[in-house]
Structure formats: C-alpha cells, structure tokens
C-alpha cells in the first residue's frame, strides 16, 4: 500500500509564498510522475503542475512564473513553491503519485489534500 501525505498549508495574505510538500510511503520501489492539482469550492478540480520522474515539468497556464514544482527522490517527495499568491488561488492541494506496482501496470495515488487560503 502507498499512502501520499501533504503538508505545508495554511493562510497566506496575497502576494505572499507557500511551499507544500507531498511525501510517499509504503511499498515503493520508484516513482513515475507526480503532480499537484486543486479544487476550489464549486470548481472541478484542475491540474496544477506535473513533474516527470527525469524532472521533466509543466504547469497550468494560470501560475506558470509563480509556481515551481520539484522532487526529491530519495525521499520519495515532491514539492510545490507558490509565489506571488492571489486569492483565486485559494483551495484544497492535491499530491499524486504514479506508482509502479509490477511490469506493466501502475497506479495513481492520491493524498488527502491541503486547504491554501490566501486572504488579507
């Protein structure tokens, strides 16, 4: 079993930073791509940022230039540094993790997600 776990959350004011971080636990041998995505109250949930396990990264076009994704892969973590922050982008973060579990076949896991409100 894989269990993905975030943290970093909380209440920024705008034009303030976050960094979330998603740690993966449990029986892993690697990990494929992993990714961050958000729903906001009413909203479908929408991708965020993805990183591939070379480093390989794209972003939505709404926080392209003021959000980085990143990963650690000895520490089976990925990260998500939030910049310039805007109300619009307040929501729950989502983590995922493209998993391999045996030759030709993988699976997606999820974490439980992180309320980010920017505010003043």
């Known amino acids: 079993q894989v269990r993905l776990v975030e943290s970093g959350g909380g209440l920024v004011q705008p034009g303030g930073s976050l960094r979330l971080s998603c740690a993966a636990s449990?029986?892993?041998?690697?990990?494929?791509?992993m990714g961050w995505s958000r729903q906001a109250p009413g909203k479908q949930r929408e991708l965020v940022a993805h990183i591939t396990s070379g480093g390989s990264t794209n972003y939505a076009d709404s926080v392209k230039g003021r959000f980085t994704i990143s990963r650690d892969n000895a520490k089976n973590t990925v990260y998500l540094q939030m910049n310039r922050l805007k109300p619009e982008d307040t929501a729950v973060y989502y983590c995922n993790a493209d998993v391999p579990l045996r030759v030709g076949v993988q699976r997606d896991y999820w974490g439980q997600g992180t309320q980010v409100t920017v505010s003043s």
């Open positions: 449990g029986s892993i041998f690697s990990i494929n791509a």
